[in-house]
């Protein structure tokens, strides 16, 4: 079963793309006219020289926006499309879903002419990051398994430039480590059924870290912990935009 059919049903209510991640997206493709988006989910961060975002999730493909770009429901692994098809593919926060990223990256080579575009995590970062670390250490050993270390993208990029993507202290969109300076929004299930780390643990295996960053929060000792964050405009949890040329 395609994973985002099961837990993206709420996925625009909390995942609406941020701007200046945006920004660092679009500057990753330059001067693209033409552009594949793969994993292209809802649509966000789409820009509007898309030509075909491809999707295997009906669930996603049927929240995209009226107006978007031609969508095709395939994989990363076996692209439908031509070779050379468009001067840029990207690739935003999904390598971590495909069952072969070694032919989703050969597929992603396959068909850019000129640039190819992912933004994905660091694992060594985001394990240091407080929720996993402090609050959920079953994250750590669910994410190693299926995170895709940035040396490696970037090896079978056959070489890439890598770019840190700093998270706004408020970010608009929900992914894992968007509310680092928000630790409330955590407990909120709507919200975690829109960050996949999350939401794919289930609620058993949730439910004691949460139930103690609760009790953190009322008595005000996660603020008294994490002072440091409290007055950050942005904070590095490992986001990486990598660009093969």
Do not use: K
């Amino acid at each position: 079963m395609v994973i985002y059919d099961a837990i993206g049903t709420t996925y625009t209510s909390t995942r609406r793309p941020d701007r200046r991640i945006a920004a660092h997206l679009t500057a990753a493709l330059g001067d693209a006219r033409s552009v594949i988006n793969v994993g292209a989910g809802a649509g966000a961060y789409e820009p509007p020289q898309t030509v075909v975002a491809v999707e295997p999730s009906s669930v996603m493909i049927g929240q995209r926006p009226a107006g978007a770009a031609l969508v095709v429901q395939a994989c990363a692994e076996a692209l439908p499309l031509a070779d050379g098809a468009a001067d840029a593919v990207m690739a935003v926060l999904t390598v971590h879903h495909w069952t072969d990223v070694e032919a989703g990256i050969a597929e992603l080579r396959r068909v850019a002419r000129r640039r190819v575009v992912v933004l994905t995590w660091d694992p060594r970062v985001i394990r240091t990051f407080w929720l996993v670390n402090e609050y959920l250490p079953e994250v750590t050993a669910f994410d190693e398994a299926r995170a895709v270390p940035v040396d490696r993208l970037t090896e079978l990029l056959g070489g890439a430039r890598v770019r840190p993507v700093p998270v706004p202290h408020d970010c608009t969109d929900g992914f894992g480590a968007a509310y680092w300076r928000r630790p409330e929004a955590y407990l909120d299930p709507v919200v975690r059924s829109s960050i996949s780390m999350l939401a794919q643990l289930g609620e058993e295996v949730l439910r004691p870290g949460l139930a103690q960053l609760a009790a953190d929060l009322r008595s005000r000792r996660w603020h008294d912990r994490h002072r440091d964050l409290l007055e950050r405009p942005d904070y590095d949890a490992g986001y990486r935009i990598l660009v093969a040329g």
